[in-house]
């Protein structure tokens, strides 16, 4: 076993660590930058039908619901489509609106999940077009879909997902740009610009991965909190929901993701000096605002820990500690971001003794709703 994790403690952390190398593998023969290409062999028959969507619906569970909010911003924001991101489990059991208009994207891991299957199933019934976003080659999923794209990342065996997650959110990005292009929503020139920094992307998550000393420390004077709070915005928020389902999952410590700007409507209530609150607070179209939201943590004495983009200062005067990522594309932020709150989680959990790879109570594959 020793010999499977690759000289690692655990999966998980040879799993955050693989990252750079499974969104290259996740990009690989699907991107062309020069050209300002993105190419999908999986959904190429579909290329009409996107063209007249008019509507996407994302389903998934757990950390692939995370990517599907994450898509929502990307998809939006570059193919101009209106898009809904469901709970598998939720969906399945209402009356849902799907019509043969709608594409219908499920995200999955394992490809197995039992709940969204059902939804799949369900869509399908109704005449929606179904794609699939998963990782294990050949499981379900990829069999009740009409086309799809696999993530690449290779075998997951933590059972917190960490790889998985940054290669379904770099296969969304790859869908964003496709769909755009089918739709001419964007110009030939962003094209090449968003492709040329999507490939940098890999060497820029070996950047983060440089954090891990400093996360170690600051997960040293986090590791007795009973409770943590996340706050991002824009992309960023999603992002923080993911960073607080990770510290449940593996460390068993209370945490909550919200939208910044929403603490003031009942978080805010529980910071004092006893309150982590962990801040995606990059320089981007949210920077200032964060940075108020920031402050108002600050009056209440709670703790505060910021991701900040690399050479950031206004930041560093307000926050405890700062965690710095370099700088990108916005639309890259979550694939960034997301490296040192793994490894947050990751470092507080062993800190606590808990048992990383199996957390007591999940399972790698939900095969029951
Ligand atoms: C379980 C796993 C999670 C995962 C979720 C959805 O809860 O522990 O890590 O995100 O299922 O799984 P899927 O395979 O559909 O992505």
């Known amino acids: 076993e020793m010999l499977e994790k690759g000289g690692f403690d655990h999966f998980m952390l040879k799993e955050i660590y693989e990252q750079p190398r499974s969104i290259k593998d996740c990009m690989r023969g699907r991107i062309y930058p020069k050209e ?197 915005r824009g992309s960023g928020f999603p992002v923080a929901l993911e960073g607080a389902l990770k510290l449940k999952e593996i460390s068993y410590i209370h945490a909550e993701g919200y939208p910044a700007a929403e603490m003031k409507h009942g978080p805010i209530a529980l910071i004092d000096e006893d309150m982590p609150v962990i801040f995606i607070a990059t320089k981007n179209s949210s920077y200032e605002k964060v940075i108020s939201n920031i402050q108002e943590v600050k009056a209440r004495k709670g703790k505060v820990i910021a991701i900040v983009t690399e050479g950031d200062k206004e930041v560093k005067k307000m926050a405890d500690y700062v965690i710095e990522i370099p700088d990108t594309n916005e639309a890259y932020l979550p694939l960034l971001a997301t490296i040192p709150l793994q490894l947050l989680s990751y470092h507080i959990a062993v800190l606590r003794g808990c048992n990383v790879d199996q957390p007591r109570n999940l399972a790698k594959s939900v095969t029951v709703e």
């Open 36 to 232: 300002g290409k993105v190419q999908l062999g999986g959904i190429k028959d579909y290329t009409e039908k996107l063209k007249n969507i008019d509507r996407i619906v994302i389903i998934a569970c757990g950390t692939s619901w995370h990517a599907g909010l994450v898509g929502e911003y990307l998809i939006e924001e570059y193919a101009r489509v209106p898009v809904e991101v469901e709970y598998a489990s939720e969906f399945r059991y209402r009356n849902p609106i799907i019509s043969e208009k709608d594409l219908v994207i499920a995200i999955s891991q394992s490809g197995e999940t039992a709940d969204t299957m059902a939804a799949i199933e369900l869509a399908k019934e109704k005449g929606a077009t179904i794609f699939g976003i998963c990782n294990v080659v050949g499981s379900s999923i990829p069999r009740i879909t009409h086309a799809g794209v696999y993530t690449h990342a290779g075998p997951e065996i933590g059972v917190a997902s960490t790889k998985a997650f940054t290669a379904q959110v770099t296969v969304l990005t790859l869908m964003a740009l496709y769909i755009a292009q089918q739709r001419g929503s964007i110009h030939q020139g962003e094209m090449v610009k968003m492709l040329t920094e999507l490939d940098e992307i890999p060497s820029l998550v070996e950047q983060c991965l440089k954090s891990n000393d400093t996360v170690l420390a600051i997960s040293e004077k986090l590791k007795d909190s009973r409770n943590c709070l996340f706050l991002g």
